[in-house]
């Protein structure tokens, strides 16, 4: 069963810093690209940042500069360093292949950022 972990989340001072991580078992997620996403209540879920095979990056503009995605293969891992945090980063996180795949999506974590 392919499975999508996603953790990290929590409630922080704007301003602030938090690691996500995502644990993926269940398939090789080495081979694909991978995004973190998040969602607002009542919004669409938007791709904020994203990373190749080859480690090559892509962010939306309104976390560049701020948020950092990498990855670990050997753990089939991929981390998203948010920094600078501003209240408007608040939503729930999602990793998940780019495009998404709809049967891998998670639970998400949840990221709240107050003044």
């Known amino acids: 069963q392919v499975q999508l972990v996603e953790s990290g989340g929590g409630l922080v001072q704007a301003g602030g810093s938090l690691r996500l991580s995502c644990a993926a078992s269940?398939?090789?997620?080495?081979?694909?690209?991978m995004g973190w996403y998040r969602q607002v209540p009542g919004q669409h879920r938007e791709l904020v940042a994203s990373?190749?095979?080859?480690?090559?990056?892509n962010y939306a503009d309104s976390v560049k500069g701020r948020f950092i995605i990498s990855r670990d293969n050997a753990k089939n891992t991929v981390y998203l360093q948010m920094n600078s945090l501003k209240r408007e980063d608040t939503a729930v996180y999602y990793c998940?292949?780019?495009?998404?795949?709809?049967?891998?999506w998670g639970q998400g974590t949840q990221v709240t950022v107050s003044s």
């Open positions: 998940n292949t780019v495009p998404g795949y709809y049967n891998y």
């Open positions: 269940g398939s090789d997620f080495t081979s694909k690209i």
């Open positions: 990373i190749t095979i080859a480690d090559s990056t």
